[in-house]
């Protein structure tokens, strides 16, 4: 599968079309943004984690009946992909609370949350990711409410996979960001899922293992992205 033009580069990723109308590959990067590209750096190696950390997740998500835009690992850093239409929400998901939660409504760090909470982010840069809601989903002409609504349940359903698949890799899922896009007509789970867009922590220290390690500059970023991949990978 050969890569023929380039579609997008993002912030983690170079997005090329295929010879074949239907595929795309994502090829991920080294560079790391955070505080919406305020920040800017590298994280030596990350593109081949997240890349291997993400084909094991998507093909996981898949064997449990979600679809995601996932076909194949091509090599360390090209993924083989659907091509899908990406609906221009971010959906995030959260089990505990951490981050913009605790910024904006008072949460403690770390408070298990009774039951997950599902929110809506509009994915446009200019505007800082805005939370909103499905009336203003719908508004934008972003997606329809069946359609949000199916979004939230596979988000609910990607999440409790999620959170027992890395339980017993002794790893807390705190929160994680899925988007979303359409594709002959059905919806599938696209981007990635790495330490980029999720907050790991360690089950039993609490350590955080994940992109935060980068976003405070807590120090140990290529260390706690390797470890995240050694577990996912373990089995
Ligand atoms: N997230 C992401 N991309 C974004 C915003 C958030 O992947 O543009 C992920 C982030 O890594 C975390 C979760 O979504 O796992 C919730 O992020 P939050 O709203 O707490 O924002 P932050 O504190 O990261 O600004």
Not at 67 to 88: A, G, Q, Y
Not at 166 to 192: C, N, Q, S, Y
Request: hydrophobic share 40%; net charge negative; glycine share 6%.
């Amino acid at each position: 599968m050969n890569k023929v033009t380039m579609l997008h580069e993002g912030k983690a990723k170079k997005v090329w079309q295929t010879d074949d109308p239907d595929l795309i590959i994502q090829e991920f990067k080294d560079d790391a943004t955070a505080f919406n590209n305020k920040k800017k750096g590298s994280i030596a190696d990350k593109g081949v984690t997240n890349n291997a950390i993400a084909s094991r997740l998507f093909t996981m998500l898949g064997e449990n009946g979600i679809p995601t835009h996932f076909v194949s690992k091509l090599n360390d850093r090209d993924m083989l992909c659907k091509k899908l239409d990406i609906i221009m929400v971010e959906v995030v998901t959260r089990n505990v609370a951490a981050g913009s939660l605790v910024r904006r409504y008072g949460f403690t760090e770390g408070a298990v949350l009774k039951q997950p909470i599902v929110e809506l982010y509009l994915k446009d840069d200019d505007l800082d990711d805005p939370l909103m809601n499905e009336a203003h989903a719908v508004e934008l002409g972003l997606a329809t409410h069946e359609e949000l609504a199916l979004l939230k349940e596979l988000a609910e359903k990607i999440n409790s996979l999620l959170v027992a698949w890395f339980a017993e890799r002794k790893l807390r899922l705190v929160d994680f960001k899925l988007e979303f896009g359409r594709h002959k007509g059905e919806i599938f789970l696209g981007d990635e899922i790495s330490p980029d867009t999720c907050r790991f922590w360690d089950a039993e220290s609490g350590e955080k293992l994940d992109k935060d390690r980068f976003r405070l500059d807590l120090g140990g970023v290529e260390d706690a992205y390797s470890e995240v991949k050694k577990r996912v990978l373990e089995q």
